[in-house]
């Protein structure tokens, strides 16, 4: 059976979402000893980055740790894909920083914001290279929760959202 904590309502072995870092899975909950007090921490490891994080188990909800969106939320995420790109007529550095707060926030409708707001159609011209960079991070974060939540391949993922923006754009 999978260990619980008292502080919170996340288990071992189960995936959760972390802001700054995606879709990770909870390896195990250990106790450690730091400047002489006993913290009790999850072990979050995220695969694809290949970075493990430890999270006081007391700390888990206020820095923003969930579990993953439910498939309501998921169906918000594709259908805000699907509508109008919605790109306000501010500088690029000030709609780049609101950009990489709605990736980092953790919440996928907001993620999907940012994917259909930086998509670009095969008509449409170059993106700048950091338009690039947070359409990518926003649709990869974007992909592995969908992935996950469904049980499928991350590339059958990846192509069901192409599909979704595609769509729009004709």
Sequence with gaps: MA???KNAA??????????????GRITSI????IAGAKLELFVISFEKDKLT???PTAKA????MRPLSDKTTITKA??????????????WSRRAQEY????????????????RDLHRGEDQPEQSYSERQLYEAAFERLTREVAVVEKIEET???????????????
């Design 3 to 5: 260990k619980t904590t």
């Design 10 to 23: 996340f288990r071992a072995n189960e995936y959760i979402v972390y802001p700054a870092h995606g879709v």
């Design 30 to 33: 250990e106790e450690q000893e």
């Design 53 to 55: 994080l430890r999270v």
């Design 61 to 64: 909800k206020s820095c923003g």
């Design 78 to 91: 594709l259908d805000t894909l699907q509508g109008r790109a919605r790109v306000k007529r501010v500088m």
């Design 100 to 115: 990489e707060q709605k990736i980092n926030s953790g919440d996928l409708v907001s993620i999907a914001e940012v994917v």
């Design 156 to 170: 059958a993922a990846a192509e069901r959202l192409s599909d979704v923006l595609i769509k729009r754009a004709a």
